[in-house]
């Protein structure tokens, strides 16, 4: 009776390693097997972001420029700010163990997984101000927004990243 019971418990064990793994590999969790490349594709989001606020910074530093220009990289912004907070599973932490594809350095503090509601929450908040900012009525109107735009990226970075990589404020 003892072995058979013991026989069932590791029947039992193996089927539930059988379903982690089966789980683990389920279709779309790029996480799990391309966690390096959801890092690149988080900065390369970012990088994207930066492009299109350079024009931004440029007017709000005084550059003659159209607001036209101004508001659609405003509202690109927010649609790539809206998708890069969807770009952080677990596996993608700072020193997780990357055995997938290949490892990517990453900038993200792990602050970001301590509290993801609160990471979250700051990521919208700074999608919605550039949302704002793609609406302007005028010119003095999106500098303003623009203004508050280039804060919500400096202070994110003050408070979300870690290395000499990403831009200090
Ligand atoms: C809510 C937080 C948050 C906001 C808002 C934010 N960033 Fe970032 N940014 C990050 C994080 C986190 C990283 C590090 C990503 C990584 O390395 O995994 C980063 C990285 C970057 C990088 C480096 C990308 C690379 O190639 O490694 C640039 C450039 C950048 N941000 C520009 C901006 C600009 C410009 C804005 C404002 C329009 C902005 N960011 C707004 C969180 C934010």
Redesign the pocket.
Same mark, same amino acid.
């Given at each position: 009776m003892k072995p058979r019971l013991a026989r069932a418990g590791l029947l039992a064990g193996s089927f539930a390693m059988y379903v982690g793994a089966v789980c683990a590999q389920e279709a779309g969790l790029t996480g799990d097997k391309h966690a390096g490349d959801v890092?690149l594709a988080?900065?390369?989001? %970012? &990088?994207e972001?930066?492009a299109? %606020? %350079?024009a931004?910074?440029f007017a709000l530093g005084g550059r003659e420029t159209f607001l036209k220009t101004l508001r659609d990289n405003a509202y690109t912004?927010s649609s790539l700010?809206s998708a890069?907070?969807h770009?952080?599973p677990p596996q993608?932490k700072?020193g997780a163990p990357l055995a997938n594809d290949w490892p &990517?350095? &990453?900038? !993200?503090?792990i602050k970001?997984w301590e509290d993801f509601e609160a990471?979250y929450e700051?990521?919208q908040? !700074?999608?919605n101000i550039?949302l704002d900012a793609s609406k302007a009525a005028n010119m003095d109107a999106f500098k303003t927004a623009g203004a508050k735009?280039?804060a !919500? =990226?400096?202070? =994110?970075?003050a408070?979300?990243?870690t290395?000499q990589?990403?831009?200090k404020p």
């Open positions: 890092v988080r900065q390369l989001l %970012m &990088t972001v930066e299109n %606020m %350079m931004i910074d912004i700010l890069f907070t770009l952080f993608t700072p &990517t350095p &990453t900038a !993200a503090s970001i990471f700051t990521t908040a !700074a999608a550039a735009l280039r !919500a =990226c400096d202070s =994110c970075h408070r979300y990243t290395s990589d990403a831009p």
